[in-house]
């Protein structure tokens, strides 16, 4: 039975605890909800910052938007699409997606939009979460599941003069669809995810692009098309094609991709690959000199390997440049690269990606004892499955640390958390709350630690992904299939329960085998 969520000036402090709050309405907080109802579960809330449904769907509009892993594998698995117009579905289509399976689910009137979540505090005394919401309302819930994902946060470069550019400027995440681009000149900084889909469009419309590169990607051609409407018919009518697909999706993430990361030996099969986009790039890029500053000095896989159609085409036209030399500040007429060239601009982009640790700076949360999360984080985000802390009872992360495999679709993990996610909820029902024992915690995370040793990503590797002491929080270093393995069942004896009774202090039990 659905119960409609009061409004806000309705929600005293008192208002009755809910069950679960949502922190986030991307894919995972919204399979969250959708889970929730399915295990009859329906004093839920998601609060979500932004003013619509999507995540990361929402926030990133820039043109060319679109998924880089396939279409039928970068969704719901219980909610095949079979009318994705394209093998990779730009970001409009993703985001309607994503508002139908709230629908289908019946979750909408569980999603408060425009409310971020400020602050969380565990009440031992009451066994709750006391959640501060943005407007200044307080909510209660027994647990919290922190689904603010990891890109939530676009990052800005540390540039001098940012403020000085007297035209208008943009992060790719936060998109100004007022600014017209026809026959301006326009400063691209950045080259890599978002950068390589918004060129090729930008191109198109305005007079010169310079393109900022810091380093050059592995950029493997996307092989995009558009799926006939025969295509289509073919997937409704007979589930199991898509499923297939999806399968052989998945499969080829494993079997082609993983083994380019999974080892920082030597491998031939890298190599292969590296030879592989280095003759494509020469193939593509018109410009010899051009073609050899896009040719990567690293192992493949170092950064996160890209994939585009267009983008080597677009830097062949007349009206785009590729800029290696560095940048010494922003000036209010362009961009002055280290080499003392102030190349003028009218309009400034920023594809510079995202605070990586986004799920950490979300929300200030403070667990048993006053805890704070980054306290416990101050040396690095660890988490037991990427989802549990000792000391933060209830509570629990998807896409939290180590979690990123990036050979396959995010939604793919996203599922096997939540399932693991579910289980842990349902073996509360006595009224207890769950949390992590600090030995499985420590000990999940040492084994993390020594297997990232092995991987492509250890090392000189310079990436993204590594923060700026060379530690690795956000990879998980084995396949996809084995992290699903991992999260299919709670394992009992890595977790202890707290005895919770309202007005009681919260004592802790031993978790005993038969939980
Ligand atoms: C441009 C782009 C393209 C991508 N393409 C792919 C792809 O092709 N394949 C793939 O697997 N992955 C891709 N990703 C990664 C993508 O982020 C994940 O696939 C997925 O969308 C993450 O879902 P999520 O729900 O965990 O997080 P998000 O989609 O980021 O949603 C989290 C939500 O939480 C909200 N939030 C954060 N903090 C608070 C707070 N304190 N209070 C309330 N709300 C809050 C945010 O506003 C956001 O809407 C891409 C990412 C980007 C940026």
């Given at each position: 039975m659905n119960r409609a969520i009061?409004?806000?000036?309705?929600?005293?402090?008192?208002?009755?605890?809910?069950?679960?709050?949502?922190?986030?309405?991307?894919?995972a907080g919204v399979g969250a909800g959708i889970r929730l109802r399915e295990a009859g579960i329906d004093n839920f809330l998601i609060c979500?910052?932004?003013?619509?449904i999507g995540g990361t769907w929402w926030h990133n509009r820039y043109p060319g938007a679109a998924c880089d892993i396939a279409s039928h594998l970068y969704c719901y698995s219980f909610e095949p699409?079979?009318?994705?117009?394209?093998?990779?579905?730009?970001?409009?289509?993703?985001?309607?997606?994503?508002?139908?399976?709230?629908?289908?689910?019946?979750?909408?009137?569980?999603?408060?939009?425009?409310?971020?979540?400020?602050?969380?505090?565990?009440?031992a005394e009451r066994g709750l979460w006391r959640a501060r919401l943005g407007d200044g309302s307080v909510r209660h819930s027994r647990h919290v599941i922190f689904a603010?994902?990891?890109?939530?946060?676009?990052a800005y470069p540390d540039i001098p003069g940012r403020g000085d550019f007297r035209g208008p400027s943009m992060h790719s995440a936060e998109w100004d669809a007022s600014v017209d681009f026809s026959g301006k000149r326009v400063a691209?900084?950045?080259?890599?995810?978002?950068?390589?889909?918004?060129?090729?469009e930008l191109a198109r419309?305005?007079?010169?692009?310079?393109?900022?590169?810091?380093?050059?990607?592995?950029?493997?051609?996307?092989?995009?098309?558009?799926?006939?409407?025969?295509?289509?018919?073919?997937?409704?009518?007979?589930?199991w094609l898509g499923r297939l697909y999806r399968h052989y999706l998945f499969l080829r993430g494993e079997w082609l991709l993983f083994p380019v990361v999974k080892t920082r030996r030597r491998s031939r099969w890298r190599e292969r690959?590296?030879?592989?986009?280095?003759?494509?790039?020469?193939?593509?890029?018109?410009?010899?000199?051009?073609?050899?500053?896009?040719?990567?000095?690293?192992?493949?896989?170092?950064?996160?390997?890209?994939?585009?159609?267009?983008?080597?085409?677009?830097?062949?036209?007349?009206?785009?440049?590729?800029?290696?030399?560095?940048?010494?500040?922003?000036?209010?007429?362009?961009?002055?690269?280290?080499?003392?060239?102030?190349?003028?601009?009218?309009?400034?982009?920023?594809?510079?990606?995202?605070d990586l640790e986004g799920y950490m700076r979300a929300a200030v949360v403070r667990g048993r004892n006053g805890r704070l999360l980054s306290e416990e984080w101050a040396d690095i985000p660890r988490a037991y499955k990427g989802g549990f802390v000792p000391g933060f009872p209830n509570f629990y992360f998807t896409t939290g640390p180590n979690t990123g495999v990036g050979t396959t679709s995010v939604v793919y993990m996203i599922e096997a958390q939540l399932e693991l996610i579910l289980q842990a909820i349902a073996s509360t029902g006595d009224g207890s709350a769950i949390e992590v024992?600090?030995?499985?915690?420590?000990?999940?995370?040492?084994?993390?630690?020594?297997?990232?040793?092995?991987?492509?990503?250890?090392?000189a590797c310079q990436s993204w992904y590594k923060r700026a002491d060379g530690e690795i929080a956000s990879l998980y270093p084995f396949n996809a299939r084995s992290y699903r393995r991992d999260h299919r069942q709670l394992e009992r004896g890595d977790f202890r329960w707290h005895a919770v009774a309202a007005g009681h202090d919260v004592r802790p039990t031993t978790a005993s085998a038969d939980r």
């Amino acid at each position: 039975m659905n119960r409609a969520i009061p409004h806000t000036e309705q929600l005293a402090a008192d208002a009755p605890p809910l069950q679960v709050l949502i922190v986030g309405a991307g894919f995972a907080g919204v399979g969250a909800g959708i889970r929730l109802r399915e295990a009859g579960i329906d004093n839920f809330l998601i609060c979500e910052k932004a003013v619509g449904i999507g995540g990361t769907w929402w926030h990133n509009r820039y043109p060319g938007a679109a998924c880089d892993i396939a279409s039928h594998l970068y969704c719901y698995s219980f909610e095949p699409n079979p009318n994705w117009s394209r093998k990779f579905a730009p970001q409009a289509e993703i985001q309607a997606y994503i508002e139908r399976c709230v629908d289908k689910y019946g979750i909408r009137d569980r999603i408060r939009l425009n409310t971020a979540v400020v602050s969380l505090d565990w009440e031992a005394e009451r066994g709750l979460w006391r959640a501060r919401l943005g407007d200044g309302s307080v909510r209660h819930s027994r647990h919290v599941i922190f689904a603010s994902g990891g890109l939530h946060l676009p990052a800005y470069p540390d540039i001098p003069g940012r403020g000085d550019f007297r035209g208008p400027s943009m992060h790719s995440a936060e998109w100004d669809a007022s600014v017209d681009f026809s026959g301006k000149r326009v400063a691209v900084i950045g080259s890599a995810a978002s950068a390589i889909q918004l060129v090729p469009e930008l191109a198109r419309v305005a007079a010169r692009i310079d393109v900022y590169q810091r380093t050059p990607n592995y950029i493997a051609p996307r092989l995009d098309r558009a799926f006939s409407e025969r295509e289509k018919a073919r997937f409704a009518r007979w589930p199991w094609l898509g499923r297939l697909y999806r399968h052989y999706l998945f499969l080829r993430g494993e079997w082609l991709l993983f083994p380019v990361v999974k080892t920082r030996r030597r491998s031939r099969w890298r190599e292969r690959l590296e030879r592989m986009i280095r003759a494509h790039i020469r193939a593509e890029v018109a410009e010899p000199a051009t073609a050899e500053a896009l040719l990567p000095s690293y192992p493949m896989g170092c950064k996160r390997i890209l994939i585009a159609d267009d983008f080597y085409q677009a830097l062949n036209r007349r009206n785009v440049e590729l800029v290696t030399a560095g940048i010494e500040r922003i000036a209010p007429e362009g961009v002055q690269t280290t080499g003392g060239e102030l190349r003028e601009a009218d309009i400034l982009v920023y594809a510079t990606g995202f605070d990586l640790e986004g799920y950490m700076r979300a929300a200030v949360v403070r667990g048993r004892n006053g805890r704070l999360l980054s306290e416990e984080w101050a040396d690095i985000p660890r988490a037991y499955k990427g989802g549990f802390v000792p000391g933060f009872p209830n509570f629990y992360f998807t896409t939290g640390p180590n979690t990123g495999v990036g050979t396959t679709s995010v939604v793919y993990m996203i599922e096997a958390q939540l399932e693991l996610i579910l289980q842990a909820i349902a073996s509360t029902g006595d009224g207890s709350a769950i949390e992590v024992t600090e030995d499985a915690y420590q000990r999940y995370n040492a084994e993390i630690r020594a297997a990232l040793q092995d991987t492509v990503w250890a090392g000189a590797c310079q990436s993204w992904y590594k923060r700026a002491d060379g530690e690795i929080a956000s990879l998980y270093p084995f396949n996809a299939r084995s992290y699903r393995r991992d999260h299919r069942q709670l394992e009992r004896g890595d977790f202890r329960w707290h005895a919770v009774a309202a007005g009681h202090d919260v004592r802790p039990t031993t978790a005993s085998a038969d939980r």
